[in-house]
């Protein structure tokens, strides 16, 4: 059974400051996803990284996906309150279905 | 274009009542993910379909749960009978299947059950 590990499990800080979250495996995923879920909605997609050592950006979030392609970080510049919530990575087998989430890290962001 | 539906949003029932939560999935998706939500747990994935043909099922947790996908446009989850431990958030997701890199689930907004 493929398990992901998300560390920390909570994190406040205050607007403007810089932070990195972690999800890490034992287990190799074909593709790693990072997804943002707000109170009272469903999980919505950030970013899918594919190969080992990928770097993607988006505005002001960076993911990295390991060159083992078993762990991946999300790291957001200068947070804003709007970057509060429950952000979730999820890891595929290597035929792109079945996907097992990680328990997630709660962002608060004060401002 | 209109997302993954999910019906009932909220669902308050006393213990030992059948539950049906229902999904509509996203037009041409052929893929779909039935998920369980609590704090203690996290999201779990309870069944998922492709082609309307269920794969896997083996995070279903008892038989009192079961799971359709009569045609591509609509799945049912039932809770027959329900106990205050199913208490949770449920989410449907669907997406497109395509070997390789995974595709992104596109999520409903989930259906809140209370087992009183």
């Known amino acids: 059974t493929q398990l992901l590990e998300q560390s920390p499990q909570f994190l406040s800080i205050q607007e403007g400051e810089n932070l990195t979250v972690y999800c890490n495996s034992s287990?190799?995923?074909?593709?790693l996803q990072w997804y943002r879920q707000e109170p009272g909605e469903g999980p919505v997609l950030l970013v899918t990284?594919?190969?080992?050592?990928e770097v993607k950006k988006l505005k002001r979030l960076t993911f990295q996906f390991g060159d083992a392609r078993k762990d991946s970080s999300l790291h957001i510049t200068a947070a804003q309150p709007g970057d509060t919530g429950l952000y979730l990575c999820?890891?595929?087998?290597?035929?792109?279905?079945?996907?097992?989430f990680g328990p997630g890290t709660r962002l608060s962001v004060l401002p | 274009d209109a997302g993954v539906i999910q019906s009932p949003r909220h669902e308050v029932t006393e213990m030992g009542q059948e539950v049906t939560l229902r999904c509509k999935p996203i037009?041409?998706?052929?893929?779909l993910f039935w998920y369980r939500q609590t704090m203690m747990r996290g999201l779990e994935l309870l069944i998922y379909?492709?082609?309307?043909?269920?794969?896997?099922d083996s995070g279903m947790p008892e038989d009192r749960f079961s799971a359709k996908m009569p045609n591509a446009s609509f799945s049912t989850l039932k809770i027959q009978p329900s106990e205050p431990r199913d208490s949770a958030v449920y989410f449907c997701?669907?997406?497109?299947?395509?070997?390789?890199?995974?595709?992104?689930?596109?999520f409903g907004d989930g259906t809140r059950l209370s087992i009183l």
């Open positions: 997701a669907s997406s497109l299947l395509s070997r390789g890199a995974g595709q992104p689930q596109h």
């Open positions: 287990s190799v995923f074909s593709s």
């Open positions: 990284v594919v190969t080992g050592g």
């Open positions: 999820a890891g595929a087998d290597n035929y792109g279905q079945n996907f097992v």
């Open positions: 037009s041409g998706h052929n893929s």
């Open positions: 379909f492709n082609n309307n043909v269920p794969i896997d």
